[in-house]
T-cell receptor
Framework: EAQVTQNPRYLITVTGKKLTVTCSQN?????MSWYRQDPGLGLRQIYY???????DKGDVPEGYKVSRKEKRNFPLILESPSPNQTSLYFC?????????????FGPGTRLTVL | DAKTTQPNSMESNEEEPVHLPCNHS???????IHWYRQLPSQGPEYVIH???SNVNNRMASLAIAEDRKSSTLILHRATLRDAAVYYC?????????????FGTGTLLAVQP
């Protein structure tokens, strides 16, 4: 089954403790991205990647890092999480980065930073 | 950024058609109009997209105004499973990719 998977689905952590949220897709997609969703703000893009070893900032990249060493994986790294990063995170992928490609979203990771 | 305007919420009865409106008065000639929906506790999922003419797929129909400043997503027979937030989206061309700007969408409630 074609899908985007994220782990963990739920995470409670404390300020400053480094964490990684994994994202994997099995559709051989070139484009992957991370979004965060907050009440009243919709989804905002954090980082995106056009292909292996190619990443770029989205609208809200501060406090996050990403890497794209393999085509299928696009982990989101929070080196020193803070409470304002408490949010619902979604990973997405599409075949390429062109405007009419369908994006496939993962199930989400709900992160709470105390 | 290209922007869309949607009602915050709508209600429908099961098995009746639903027309979800979207205004996008700043749309440019090459912007595709995308619709996604987000079911409770799930990630967004693609519904439909179009450029100029009306589009149909197994999930919905998309009616695009002649001047392209508005569009309507049509669910022909709403089911309880269609209760979701529906996003009308124009792509953002700030970078080189298809960054989709998700607003707050329309929360559709379906009554049995």
């Amino acid at each position: 089954e074609a899908q985007v998977t994220q782990n963990p689905r739920y995470l409670i952590t404390v300020t400053g403790k480094k964490l990684t949220v994994t994202c994997s897709q099995n559709m051989n997609h070139e484009y992957m991205s991370w979004y965060r969703q907050d009440p009243g703000l919709g989804l905002r893009q954090i980082y995106y990647s056009m292909n292996v070893e190619v990443t770029d900032k989205g609208d809200v990249p501060e406090g996050y890092k990403v890497s794209r060493k393999e085509k299928r994986n696009f982990p989101l790294i929070l080196e020193s999480p803070s409470p304002n990063q408490t949010s619902l995170y979604f990973c997405a992928s599409s075949l390429s980065g062109i405007v009419y490609d369908t994006q496939y979203f993962g199930p989400g990771t709900r992160l709470t930073v105390l | 950024d290209a922007k869309t305007t949607q009602p915050n919420s709508m209600e429908s009865n099961e098995e009746e058609p639903v027309h979800l409106p979207c205004n996008h008065s700043t749309i440019s000639g090459t912007d595709y109009i995308h619709w996604y929906r987000q079911l409770p506790s799930q990630g967004p999922e693609y519904v439909i997209h179009g450029l100029t003419s009306n589009v149909n797929n197994r999930m919905a129909s998309l009616a695009i105004a002649e001047d392209r400043k508005s569009s309507t997503l049509i669910l022909h027979r709403a089911t309880l499973r269609d209760a979701a937030v529906y996003y009308c989206i124009l792509p953002d061309y700030g970078g080189a990719t298809n960054k989709l700007i998700f607003g707050t969408g329309t929360l559709l409630a379906v009554q049995p």
